[in-house]
């Protein structure tokens, strides 16, 4: 709630970034736990389940660290 409270107020670029962060964190917190999990787990089932799902984890914060470059660097004037 603390995180939401914080964002609401934040202008457009500011809550992007902020955003953006948050979602490359929450995915790299995401990632740790399934490895972990996928070492700790005599499960075969979830030991499927995590080895297909970390691949999935992995490009979305592959693609989320992507946006949060693109943010950081200044925008680009394109002419027609």
Do not use: C, R
């Given at each position: 709630?603390?995180?939401?409270?914080?964002?609401?107020?934040?202008?457009?670029?500011?809550?992007d970034?902020?955003?953006?962060?948050?979602?490359?964190?929450?995915?790299?917190?995401?990632?740790?736990?399934?490895?972990?999990?996928?070492?700790?787990?005599?499960?075969?089932?979830?030991?499927?389940?995590?080895?297909?799902?970390?691949?999935?984890?992995?490009?979305?914060l592959?693609?989320?660290?992507g946006?949060?470059?693109?943010?950081?660097?200044?925008?680009?004037?394109?002419?027609?």
């Amino acid at each position: 709630q603390e995180l939401v409270d914080k964002m609401k107020n934040l202008p457009g670029s500011e809550f992007d970034d902020t955003y953006v962060l948050e979602m490359v964190k929450a995915h790299q917190k995401d990632l740790q736990g399934f490895k972990d999990e996928l070492d700790g787990t005599h499960d075969p089932e979830l030991q499927n389940f995590l080895a297909k799902s970390i691949p999935v984890v992995e490009m979305h914060l592959k693609h989320v660290a992507g946006m949060q470059k693109a943010s950081a660097s200044p925008a680009t004037d394109i002419k027609n």
